[in-house]
């Protein structure tokens, strides 16, 4: 199976702060890379699809990018509502996999 | 609008079988691969199964952990997914999520709300 290690497993930021999540896959994975964003309670729901197409209705202040074995999901301004856990999901293999999960919380 | 709805879930003992069931609205279920995903307690989200559409065989693919015991349905003229689970042990405790994407293997939007299964003497 393809391993997915996301960095850092959580993340202490404020609002209008910029910030990165990374996710490396242990073997090339081409752009067959998604994010999730989840809060407690709720379902996870797609941000980023293709490793940096904008899901619809997801503001823009979120983007991807990366290609092959490394990811990144940046926040440009952290909105009050974007305290969350983010997950990547591998969708190159047909064993589905995702990154352990990175908690965004308030500092 | 588009929506899944999961149900069938609650207590079991292990051993036990349960049949959860998600119900599809606002697309033509048919054209889609449908899902299964699930989340212990305090833990990440782990991948179950698919089944692919009509058009793509509809044939499924398990996770290791569930391959033998859980197995994935799906019933077109009701718009209805099935997760058959047998031999359920207490590392099934989880809420599961079901949602669909054209080929089982793209991404996933939108998710069910998600049902609990506890499996627990």
């Known amino acids: 199976d393809i391993q997915m290690t996301q960095s850092p497993s959580s993340l202490s930021a404020s609002v209008g702060d910029r910030v990165t999540i990374t996710c490396r896959a242990s073997?090339?994975?081409?752009?067959?890379l998604n994010w999730y964003q989840q809060k407690p309670g709720k379902a996870p729901k797609l941000l980023i699809y293709?490793?940096?197409s904008l899901q619809s209705g997801v503001p823009s202040r979120f983007s991807g990018s990366g290609s092959g074995t490394d990811f990144t999901l940046t926040i440009s301004s952290l909105q009050p509502e974007d305290f969350a856990t983010y997950y990547c999901?591998?969708?190159?293999?047909?064993?589905?996999?995702f990154g352990q999960g990175t908690r965004l919380e308030i500092k | 609008e588009v929506q899944l709805v999961e149900s069938g879930g609650g207590l079991v003992k292990p051993g036990r079988s349960l049949r959860l069931s998600c119900t599809a609205s606002g697309f033509t279920f048919g054209d889609y691969a449908m899902s299964w995903f699930r989340q212990a307690p305090g833990k990440g989200l782990e991948w179950v199964g698919f089944?692919?559409?009509?058009?793509?065989?509809?044939?499924?693919e398990y996770a290791a952990s569930v391959k033998g015991r859980f197995t994935i349905s799906r019933d077109d003229s009701k718009s209805i997914a099935y997760l058959q689970m047998n031999s359920l042990k207490t590392e099934d405790t989880a809420v599961y999520y079901c949602?669909?994407?054209?080929?089982?293997?793209?991404?996933?939007?939108?998710w069910g709300q998600g049902t609990l299964v506890t499996v627990s003497s």
């Open positions: 999901q591998q969708s190159y293999s047909t064993t589905i996999t």
């Open positions: 949602t669909r994407d054209p080929t089982g293997v793209d991404w996933f939007d939108p």
């Open positions: 073997q090339s994975i081409s752009s067959y």
């Open positions: 293709a490793a940096s």
């Open positions: 089944i692919r559409s009509k058009a793509y065989g509809g044939t499924t």
